[in-house]
């Protein structure tokens, strides 16, 4: 447990929640935390609960993070329309890891070594608390949907059909 509290991502991503005021403490869990069916059954709570950091790059490879209810996946046609650019690109683990920091798994919706544009499912705001990574596989922390997106500035939209 305290291996993964003091992995460096997770070191950055603690000192921002404290900087933006976020009070939810980093849980350890003793199982991985790659998908969101692995957090939801780990912490005990709904898929829909998991806020899952999706990263994209657009049109001109700046990135997009799309931070998701674990119960949805994203469709990728209807937010490209939305956003009004021809579509979105897949990123790659190493595309991912030099714009946030983060290796896919940890990816949390703070901490970033870049500046995204964020986007938020509005499918979050349906609970009182939501979960997303910190920065490794294995640690998360709680938040609520209002909370992530006035910390992060990102946009509610929604990001997929129900």
Same mark, same amino acid.
């Not at 991985?32 to 069916?37: D, E, G, L, V, W």
């Not at 998701?68 to 046609?77: K, P, W």
């Not at 986007?119 to 909370?147: M, N, Q, R």
């Given at each position: 447990? &305290?291996?993964?509290?003091?992995?460096?991502?997770?070191?950055?991503? +603690?000192?921002?929640?404290?900087?933006?005021? +976020?009070?939810?403490?980093? #849980?350890?869990?003793?199982?991985?935390?790659?998908? /969101?069916?692995?957090?939801?059954?780990?912490?005990?709570?709904?898929?829909?609960? +998991?806020?899952?950091?999706?990263?994209?790059?657009?049109?001109? &490879?700046?990135?997009?993070?799309?931070?998701?209810?674990?119960?949805?996946?994203?469709? %990728?046609?209807?937010?490209?329309? #939305?956003?009004?650019? %021809?579509?979105?690109?897949? /990123?790659?683990?190493?595309?991912?890891?030099?714009?946030?920091?983060?290796? +896919?798994?940890?990816?949390?919706?703070?901490?970033?070594? %870049?500046?995204? %544009?964020?986007?938020?499912? &509005?499918?979050?705001?349906?609970? &009182?608390?939501?979960? /997303?990574? /910190?920065?490794?596989?294995?640690? *998360?922390?709680?938040?609520?949907?209002?909370?992530?997106?006035? #910390?992060?500035?990102?946009?509610?939209?929604? *990001?997929?059909?129900?």
């Amino acid at each position: 447990m &305290e291996q993964v509290l003091n992995n460096s991502s997770v070191q950055r991503i +603690i000192a921002e929640l404290r900087s933006q005021g +976020i009070t939810g403490e980093v #849980k350890v869990l003793s199982d991985s935390a790659r998908t /969101a069916a692995e957090a939801a059954a780990a912490l005990g709570v709904e898929q829909g609960q +998991i806020a899952s950091s999706i990263v994209f790059k657009l049109p001109d &490879e700046t990135p997009l993070l799309v931070i998701t209810s674990g119960s949805h996946r994203v469709d %990728t046609q209807l937010v490209a329309q #939305k956003l009004g650019v %021809t579509k979105l690109h897949r /990123a790659d683990a190493d595309y991912i890891k030099n714009v946030s920091g983060i290796s +896919i798994g940890g990816v949390s919706p703070f901490g970033w070594l %870049t500046n995204p %544009t964020i986007l938020i499912d &509005e499918a979050l705001g349906k609970y &009182e608390v939501v979960w /997303a990574a /910190a920065g490794h596989a294995h640690a *998360v922390f709680p938040t609520s949907y209002s909370e992530l997106v006035t #910390k992060t500035r990102g946009q509610p939209m929604v *990001v997929a059909h129900d």
